[in-house]
């Protein structure tokens, strides 16, 4: 993808270009060497979250173009399966607390559709020590890429119940399992969703697109379902 350079021609903006370069060559990179999807790049003022500059293929991925997300508010087209952890996360780098964070987070395209993705913020300051901006790199995740997880039959009516609210209890009784397996299914899929309870395991489940749309009791997809 082409680097598409910022409208700024500010000392400023020389002096904050340094950090940013070896940021992006590591998002392109697995651990093992595998390279991953590209990250596309804009920057945000630290003082309100609005989006200053951004690259092209940044403000494609929400289906705008880049006149239009110039003034949108970052965390309006971002949504998070913990919305405060994300603010916390913002605080601290705007406060000097952290210096960057990656955040798994969920954007919608020009379509309506959902898609993951891993969002990467840095602080930039000035060689005062004075905030500059941040530059957030967002890289759409493989489950972007493949159309989402796929769940058994047996997991995906465990999801199903968690999101209607039903207890431990109540899903054993009706799926015929003991509360163990429930327990365990439910403790494999808070794993492999990467959430930290049951609440948001549901709100990652939605974010993923995992539901159908206007559908209660919420029900999974016939596709993410093997």
Same mark, same amino acid.
């Given at each position: ?7 700024d021609a500010s000392p400023r903006k020389k002096s904050a270009a340094a950090p940013v370069a070896p940021a992006r060559r590591d998002l392109g990179r697995e651990p @093992? @060497?595998?390279?991953? !999807?590209?990250?596309?790049t804009a920057h945000v003022s630290p003082a309100d979250m609005v989006v200053t500059a951004a690259e092209p293929e940044f403000a494609r991925q929400f289906g705008l ?11 309006? %087209? #971002?949504?998070?399966? %913990?919305?405060?952890? %994300?603010?916390?996360?913002? +605080?601290? #780098? ?11 987070? +969920? ?12 969002? +990467?913020?840095? !602080? ?8 500059? !901006?941040?530059?957030?790199? $967002? ?5 972007? !890429?493949? @159309? ?5 039959? #047996?997991?995906?009516?465990? $999801?199903? @119940? ?38 948001? $395991? ?5 974010? #993923? ?18």
């Amino acid at each position: 993808m082409a680097t598409t350079s910022f409208p700024d021609a500010s000392p400023r903006k020389k002096s904050a270009a340094a950090p940013v370069a070896p940021a992006r060559r590591d998002l392109g990179r697995e651990p @093992g @060497g595998a390279t991953q !999807a590209p990250a596309c790049t804009a920057h945000v003022s630290p003082a309100d979250m609005v989006v200053t500059a951004a690259e092209p293929e940044f403000a494609r991925q929400f289906g705008l173009s880049v006149d239009e997300i110039c003034g949108r508010g970052l965390l309006e %087209l #971002l949504r998070s399966p %913990l919305p405060a952890q %994300l603010r916390e996360q913002f +605080t601290a #780098l705007c406060s000097g607390r952290s210096r960057r964070f990656k955040e798994r987070v +969920t954007g919608r395209d020009g379509t309506g559709r959902d898609f993951p993705a891993e969002l +990467t913020a840095v !602080a930039v300051r000035q060689p005062s020590g004075e905030m500059a !901006a941040i530059v957030v790199f $967002l890289r759409r995740t493989e489950e972007a !890429a493949t @159309g989402g997880p796929v769940l058994s039959a #047996l997991d995906a009516q465990v $999801l199903e @119940g968690v999101a209607s609210g039903e207890s431990t209890v109540q899903l054993a009784s009706r799926l015929y399992l003991s509360r163990q397996g429930i327990e365990y299914r439910v403790g494999q899929m808070l794993r492999r969703f990467d959430a930290p309870n049951r609440p948001a $395991l549901v709100a990652r489940a939605h974010a #993923l697109g995992m539901f159908a749309a206007g559908q209660w009791p919420p029900r999974v997809l016939p596709e993410r379902v093997r």
